[in-house]
Antibody, heavy 116, light 113 residues
Framework: QVQLVESGGGVVQPGRSLRLSCAASGFTFSTYPMHWVRQAPGKGLEWVAVTSADGRDKFYADSVKGRFTISRDNSKNTLYLQMNSLTTEDTAVYYC?????????WGQGTLVTVSS | DIVVTQSPDSLAVSLGERATISCKSSQSVLYNSDNKNYLAWYQQRPGQPPQLLIYWASTRESGVPDRFSGSGSGTDFTLTISSLQAEDVAVYYCQQYYSTPRAFGQGTKVEIK
């Protein structure tokens, strides 16, 4: 069965960096575009970024452009999100999501808290 | 960028009654080449990640009860729960996947009256 397991969240100070990972299993990872979607505490869903199946094409929300980098290693079935220059506004649960092209599978999420 | 707006923000419905949620996109999400509406609905129960309910505006995901239905085309869409059950208490989101950024609606919280 399809599984998406995020890791790498935690508490980080403003201005610092963090890298999230998402381990995928149960499907042919290299054939699906993948997304990151986040949800601030008590708030709605915010789309963050997408990478094409081969990793060549990447698109970002304006709120993270220039600070976040999405990438993937298809040999390891793993999706990444490198987050730099973090601010308190980035505090959220980050979900790894498969595209079909609708988002059919979501991970359980990993919590990132940006606080001094 | 396409903006997606849901209404209402919340609603309370009696058990067994109908719940209706509206979703409007600022541009059409109907793709002419395949005549499909690139609009999905998700359910998020408390403490859980979102789950896909409906895609292509009206196709139920496998395992989703048939009391959930989606309708609409172009810019105006509706999610209907025909007979509300206790397990349907959740926040419901629509999302367009016609273009990036893949905007979500702000969410509609459904509660029991």
């Amino acid at each position: 069965q399809v599984q998406l397991v995020e890791s790498g969240g935690g508490v980080v100070q403003p201005g610092r960096s963090l890298r999230l990972s998402c381990a995928a299993s149960g499907f042919t990872f290299s054939t699906y575009p993948m997304h990151w979607v986040r949800q601030a505490p008590g708030k709605g869903l915010e789309w963050v970024a997408v990478t094409s199946a081969d990793g060549r094409d990447k698109f970002y929300a304006d709120s993270v452009k220039g600070r976040f980098t999405i990438s993937r290693d298809n040999s390891k079935n793993t999706l990444y999100l490198q987050m730099n220059s973090l601010t308190t506004e980035d505090t959220a649960v980050y979900y790894c999501v498969r595209e079909k092209p609708y988002n059919d599978y979501w991970g359980q999420g990993t919590l990132v808290t940006v606080s001094s | 960028d396409i903006v997606v707006t849901q209404s209402p923000d919340s609603l309370a419905v009696s058990l067994g009654e109908r719940a209706t949620i509206s979703c409007k996109s600022s541009q059409s999400v109907l793709y002419n080449s395949d005549n499909k509406n690139y609009l999905a609905w998700y359910q998020q129960r408390p403490g859980q990640p979102p789950q896909l309910l409906i895609y292509w505006a009206s196709t139920r995901e496998s395992g989703v009860p048939d009391r959930f239905s989606g309708s609409g085309s172009g810019t105006d869409f509706t999610l209907t729960i025909s007979s509300l059950q206790a397990e349907d208490v959740a926040v419901y989101y629509c999302q367009q996947y016609y273009s990036t950024p893949r905007a979500f609606g702000q969410g509609t919280k459904v509660e029991i009256k």
